[in-house]
């Protein structure tokens, strides 16, 4: 495994982080998360890669996914031999100072520890004011229960107004970015990587492998995830027709280079400068997949033709106002 810091932190990460929205008790947010035994094992199997970085949130599985993760790392590893990244938003309050105070600690209560390495806010909240909000990312830091601060999809201008209302204050600013980018979700190079990439801030995509469109030659499989997850139906399905050229690209250049798909889709990102995509993984084999991309190596011919048919998709991940308080599933698809 090869290792990247958190922006100008100090904080090693692998170039792998585990999507942990993948463990939590299924029906509470999706019918395909695992249990706390499956969990263990697949969090177990990302420890023996060397992966030493996790992602969750207060609300996967209604907050089991932090209970999960807590307990499998309590009993796998050092608390200081991994980086965990929790998220708030989706919750009473939004990014409210309040709700901030009271949503890490039941993060770290469920998370069982006394830090948290990385806090990631999960989107931009129109009703709060960024200097509230930064101001209390920043007394956490101050009081030791969160090492670094991150943010997640939202638009360019929205980071950089954060971004200057810290420097402007003295307060911590943002040093990840965990958007939403893969060979078939590109418009954050319009404006927010290249605003990432001025301020040495870490890129930690979600969906790095389009929900497993850009991991197998067929758009559609027949497992329980394929079938049931209508989050990843309304983020790709509306542009099938457009993107299935891609993926018989990444099709391509696998066969070329004797690889999987999806190794050519992770080597993609690393070419593009991400630090640590995020794979949401409900089998350990998945995590090896991934990590057999690190032996991929793409010739810049390779990248072009990789980047050829990409056509201009509209806007998801960023939200252009907050959705109905209790909404957890954006850009869902239920047809």
Known sequence: MNYTKIGNTGIDVSELCVGCMSFGKAGTMHDWTLDPGQSEQVIGHALDLGIN???TANVYSAGTSEEYVGRALKNLTSRDKVVIASKVYFNLGRL?????????????????????????IHRFDYETPIEETMEALNGLVKAGKVRALGASAMYGYQF?????????NGWTPFSAMENHYNLLYREDERELIPICEQSNVMLMPYSPLAAGRLARPDWETDTVRSQTDVVARGKYDHTKQSDLG???????????HH????????????AKGVGSPIIGATKAKYLDDAAGALNVHLSEDDIADLEELYVPHKVIGAIDHNPAQGTVLLDADKK
């Open 53 to 55: 970085f996790f992602d």
């Open 96 to 120: 409210s100072k309040e709700a901030i105070n009271r949503e890490i600690d039941g993060t770290l209560r469920r998370l069982g520890t006394d830090y948290l390495d990385l806090y990631i």
């Open 160 to 168: 950089s107004a954060m971004q200057l209302a810290a420097r402007d």
């Open 246 to 256: 891609i993926t018989q690209r990444v099709r391509q250049i696998a066969e070329k």
């Open 259 to 270: 690889a999987t798909m999806a190794q050519v889709a992770v080597a993609w990102l690393w």
